[in-house]
């Protein structure tokens, strides 16, 4: 594993989203990882019970260890809680734009919970937004940051128009959240529109995707792909995961993160 890729994201103490998610999906299609903890959370499946911020100064301090050390190809973002820990991010990646970052706007957990303070968007928007190479916002949190009601494909199509001009060179919106027998994601890159369909598959164990998602885009990344290639490697890993998901205690279960790694293709 030559290739290193960085999750700079919270530690989910249920192993099924955050850094921990992300260093299996690294693992898996071959990915050194390493991570950068910025919150620690008491969760299960069923709840975010609490969240310990870890100080912005602490991230600077992380980021700089791995920095000074590591070459890292690619990067991602993940629950970053607040606004200094944004700031640090941002300045952090500013002085290393060969690291291909992509962010995913983690705003709220899939039970409801809060995972970026108010006004911390902000943040995330006009500093980290404009470093990255893509953006990875589910229709909950495209909606949040257009204030157009993503509830279809044109929509979807709208608001990846309107996220791209805040700066990203590429956005992907997920289409998950939307109802129907599929699911389609739209990336919106270099100007053209780019869908990736699949049959939705019938479980509820879906704890964590987004953040496999952006690590597995992270990942191939890494490895030399281009924006579109990663999107499609990337939807490849998920139905494979999605198709291995399992429960894990009384609420949504874990995908299974390890179908690409053994084979499963």
Same mark, same amino acid.
């Given at each position: ?138 229709? $909950?949190?495209?909606?949040? !940051?257009? *204030?157009?009601? =993503? /509830? #279809? ?8 128009? @309107? ?9 992907? $919106?997920?289409?998950?959240? !939307?109802? *129907?027998?599929? =699911? /389609? #994601? ?8 780019? @869908? ?70």
């Amino acid at each position: 594993m030559t290739v290193k890729a960085l999750s700079i994201a919270g530690f989910d103490t249920s192993g099924g989203a955050g850094v921990l998610a992300d260093i299996k999906t690294f693992a898996a299609m071959g990915v050194y990882g390493v991570s950068v903890v910025t919150a620690l959370t008491a969760q299960n499946t069923t709840s975010v019970r609490s969240v310990f911020p870890v100080p912005s100064a602490f991230v600077m301090e992380q980021l700089n260890a791995i920095f000074d050390d590591i070459k890292i190809s690619s990067a991602k973002t993940g629950m970053l809680y607040e606004t200094g820990v944004v700031l640090a991010v941002a300045e952090a990646l500013s002085c290393r734009p060969q690291i291909k970052t992509v962010v995913d706007p983690v705003m709220t957990a899939s039970s409801g919970e809060t995972l970026l303070m108010p006004g911390s968007a902000e943040a995330l928007v006009m500093k980290l937004f404009p470093l990255a190479y893509l953006v990875t916002p589910n229709t $909950v949190e495209a909606s949040m !940051l257009t *204030g157009v009601a =993503v /509830t #279809d494909l044109e929509s979807m199509k709208e608001a990846a128009k @309107k996220i791209a001009r805040l700066g990203p060179k590429s956005v992907l $919106v997920k289409g998950g959240h !939307l109802a *129907g027998d599929d =699911v /389609t #994601d739209v990336l919106y890159t270099e100007g053209e529109i780019f @869908k990736f369909r699949k049959k939705r598959i019938a479980t509820i164990h879906t704890h964590g995707t987004g953040c496999a998602l952006s690590a597995a885009i992270t990942a191939a990344l890494a490895q030399g792909a281009d924006v579109v290639a990663a999107v499609e490697i990337a939807e490849r890993f998920m139905e494979k995961a999605l198709q291995g998901a399992f429960p894990i205690g009384a609420g949504p279960g874990s995908i299974d993160h390890m179908a690409w790694i053994r084979g499963e293709k």
